[in-house]
């Protein structure tokens, strides 16, 4: 079973706006921090946006700064992922991932334990 469940993923006109969310499925843990990740077929994964419960801190690629928002729920294990302004670049599958280690490479595959399935975003131009 898929610890991590995205949904919210779709088609979208450039310009426009798509909100991703992502719970924990049927596991019961607790996570430092979670963080969006995004991969296009043949690239590596790259870092999307990460929120760190204790301190609230929300970090973002360069890429995403100004256009996207992440927020969520420690407790629960929920993240969401608020994508504004969307263009046709950023069309590829968005994953979710949580850290239970207090990683200190949230920017990073390797500081997160746990990944949902995908979902995938479709800007059109």
């Known amino acids: 079973q898929v610890p991590l469940v995205e949904s919210g993923g779709g088609l979208v006109q450039a310009g426009g706006s798509l909100r991703l969310s992502c719970a924990a499925s049927g596991r019961t843990f607790s996570s430092y921090g979670m963080g969006w990740f995004r991969q296009a077929p043949g690239k590596e994964r790259e870092f999307v946006a990460a929120?760190?419960?204790?301190?609230?801190?929300?970090y973002y690629a360069d890429s995403v700064k100004g256009r996207f928002t992440i927020s969520g729920d420690g407790p629960r294990n929920a993240v969401y992922l608020q994508m504004n302004h969307l263009k046709p670049v950023d069309t590829t599958v968005y994953y979710c991932?949580?850290?239970?280690?207090?990683?200190?490479?949230?920017?990073?595959?390797?500081?997160?334990?746990?990944w949902g399935q995908g979902t995938q975003i479709t800007v059109v131009s």
């Open positions: 991932a949580a850290d239970l280690q207090a990683s200190t490479i949230l920017g990073f595959p390797t500081g997160y334990d746990l």
């Open positions: 929120i760190r419960w204790s301190v609230g801190s929300t």
